[in-house]
T-cell receptor
Framework: GENVEQHPSTLSVQEGDSAVIKCTYS??????FPWYKQELGKGPQLIID?????GEKKDQRIAVTLNKTAKHFSLHITETQPEDSAVYFC???????????FGQGTRLTINP | NAGVTQTPKFRVLKTGQSMTLLCAQD?????MYWYRQDPGMGLRLIHY???????AKGEVPDGYNVSRLKKQNFLLGLESAAPSQTSVYFC???????????FGPGTRLLVL
């Protein structure tokens, strides 16, 4: 019940276009959903997160949406730039849990 | 602040050898985590600690042991390395009062 499925595994978009990555979870108790970005040769870094009492959150060009009924959440990146090229991981945490469960990752490539 | 540091950066082991990976953080974080990252499988939690002197199992604990004798250090041990333990290992830490996990730069381990 803890797993999270992330799609797609790879995504290639033209610079300036939008990118969307989706994750699906099964644990109804999940209440925290972060997204991490991993640049080449580095550790992951939090870029945005959302809690279960909110449906959408934006931070400049990135946004996260949450559909608790359907148990999925998505990362949206608009006006993509070359520096957005990285691996992105979704994650979730069940209520009361002290650990995150990560998705499989999406390798995003921005083509100039 | 150095943040989260990991030692060593890269190591080659022969099957059956043992080694210890060191994670150190200077942010006075209570929680510390060890993950392994494999292609197509995302980040999987090996062990974690909610405070000095405490440890708990994650998703994939078999073949690994951990110790948290000091708050700032979290050690991951491989008693008898196997080729299946070839991976990139990441350590992370977080403060009790916030959700964000801060990751180290990773240790690349090759077991021959």
């Amino acid at each position: 019940g803890e797993n999270v499925e992330q799609h797609p595994s790879t995504l290639s978009v033209q610079e300036g276009d939008s990118a969307v990555i989706k994750c699906t979870y099964s644990d109804s108790a999940s209440n925290y959903f972060p997204w991490y970005k991993q640049e080449l040769g580095k550790g992951p870094q939090l870029i945005i997160d959302i809690r279960s009492n909110v449906g959408e959150k934006k931070d400049q060009r990135i946004a996260v949406t949450l559909n608790k009924t359907a148990k999925h959440f998505s990362l949206h990146i608009t006006e993509t730039q070359p520096e957005d090229s990285a691996v992105y991981f979704c994650a979730h945490r069940g209520g009361g849990a002290q650990k995150l469960v990560f998705g499989q990752g999406t390798r995003l490539t921005i083509n100039p | 602040n150095a943040g989260v540091t990991q030692t060593p950066k890269f190591r080659v082991l022969k099957t059956g050898q043992s080694m210890t990976l060191l994670c150190a953080q200077d942010m006075n974080h209570e929680y510390m985590y060890w993950y392994r990252q494999d292609p197509g499988m995302g980040l999987r939690l090996i062990h974690y600690s909610v405070g000095e002197g405490t440890t708990a199992k994650g998703e994939v604990p078999d073949g690994y042991n951990v110790s948290r004798l000091k708050k700032q250090n979290f050690l991951l041990g491989l008693e008898s390395a196997a080729p299946s333990q070839t991976s990139v290992y990441f350590c992370a830490s977080r403060w009790t009062g916030e959700e964000t996990q801060y990751f180290g730069p990773g240790t690349r381990l090759l077991v021959l």
